[in-house]
């Protein structure tokens, strides 16, 4: 049957008798989902048409499975660690860039785990604080890579949908000679809150501890750098507060390492 419209229903099941999901398009090629599938679980696909002559039949059945939740791996994988600082050890190689009153230090004032974090102050001046993490090699074998980290947030809002200060992550593959921000696309967990005057997507406003999770799975392979930027301006700031960010770890889904197994079948 030659369609006019077409019809794509979802579902949990191959009988279709839970159908979470129903659109009606005139053309064949493309259907949006709907964000409010399950995470990591197997759905359920058919199509059929209809013109004046009327309804065509179902076609047959196809799946798909959606991805895991930000921070979870499929069956048989864990969550395995690729890089992580606590921020309890020193420096570690990280680095601040002083273009424009940076304030970035370790701070002992309000930190997620242990007794230190790196803090940015949300000053009452013009700024462009920059903290620039050690060169990390970004592992082939995870899937799924994600910049995690805590953040605590204390920085001038605009409103409920903008910044006049805030934070962002960028990220260097050619150990800081460029770098690019990590797109809104990109945070999986504690989406930005909105742009910066510049247009930069930041987070804002108050916000206590949460995780944040970047999808960088792009990047494996490559050895990369990223950059923690809090931007200011000359109005309303935070002192002595600003963007707290601790526990910065690389992850990716792997196959755990066995460290020992015994069947207790010998002697």
């Not at 994600?146 to 409103?159: H, I, S």
């Not at 260097?172 to 809104?184: F, H, L, M, R, V």
Request: aromatic fraction near 10%.
């Amino acid at each position: 049957m030659q369609g006019q419209t077409y019809v794509a229903e979802v579902a949990t099941d191959a009988g279709f008798t839970n159908i979470v999901f129903t659109s009606t398009a005139s053309t064949a090629t493309e259907v949006r989902l709907p964000p409010v599938l399950s995470n990591d679980t197997t759905y359920f696909w058919r199509v059929r048409s209809t013109n004046i002559c009327g309804t065509g039949v179902d076609s047959a059945s196809f799946t798909f499975t959606t991805r895991p939740a930000a921070g979870q791996c499929p069956a048989g994988l864990s969550l395995i660690d690729g890089f992580r600082d606590t921020m309890d050890s020193g420096i570690n190689g990280w680095t601040t860039d002083p273009v424009s009153g940076t304030t970035w230090n370790q701070s002992t004032a309000r930190p997620f785990s242990g007794t230190t974090s790196w803090l940015a102050v949300d000053v009452t001046t013009a700024s462009d604080q920059r903290l620039i993490s050690p060169a990390i090699a970004l592992p082939v074998d995870l899937s799924s890579l994600l910049l995690r980290f805590k953040q605590d947030v204390t920085m001038e809002a605009n409103g409920a949908t903008a910044c006049y200060d805030g934070g962002f992550v960028e990220i260097s593959t050619n150990n800081g000679s460029t770098w690019a921000p990590i797109a809104s696309t990109s945070v999986l967990e504690d989406f930005y809150d909105g742009p910066l005057s510049g247009g930069e997507q930041a987070w804002c406003g108050t916000q206590p501890y949460t995780t944040a999770s970047l999808d960088i799975d792009s990047f494996a392979g490559q050895s990369v750098r990223f950059r923690f930027r809090a931007i200011t301006d000359t109005s309303v700031g935070s002192v002595p507060h600003g963007w707290y960010v601790d526990d910065v770890a690389v992850v990716g889904c792997g196959i755990p390492v066995l460290l020992f197994k015994d069947g207790f079948e010998g002697p």
